[in-house]
């Protein structure tokens, strides 16, 4: 089993757990979006946040959905995220601010980020040539 099979069964595990600690509470749109393509309901998370057109889809092990449970959905991986980050991952745009490209070396990037419960979230888009913002990076 590779590490993102392993991985996203963790999280999809976990996905469950944190369901029924919220009893009858039902998820926010956006937050059920991201949790059906999880599960594999959709091919691709899309979600439209102040106007604009988000989309999170597979990708690889360099960007992506792929790259953000390889490499940052795990205790002690730098940047670690919980599950719980990743099913609220359009917060970081619908609440966080808009970077001026810091540390990114691609100036069509548009980064974003969330202070939240003491972690800094940060979430990087890619616009295609639709206009749509493709999520290509989230750490913490």
Known sequence: MSIY??????????????????????????QKIVIDYINGVTKQAEFIINTQKVILKDGDNNKGFIHIIERHYCKGCPGELEAIDIINIYEVIERGIMLNNIGVSNKELKVFQLNKRGKVLKLILNPNSYGELVVTYYNV
């Open 5 to 30: 099979s392993e991985r996203l069964a963790k999280l999809k595990k976990e996905i469950k757990a944190i369901e029924s600690a919220r009893k009858k509470k039902r998820w926010k749109p956006n």
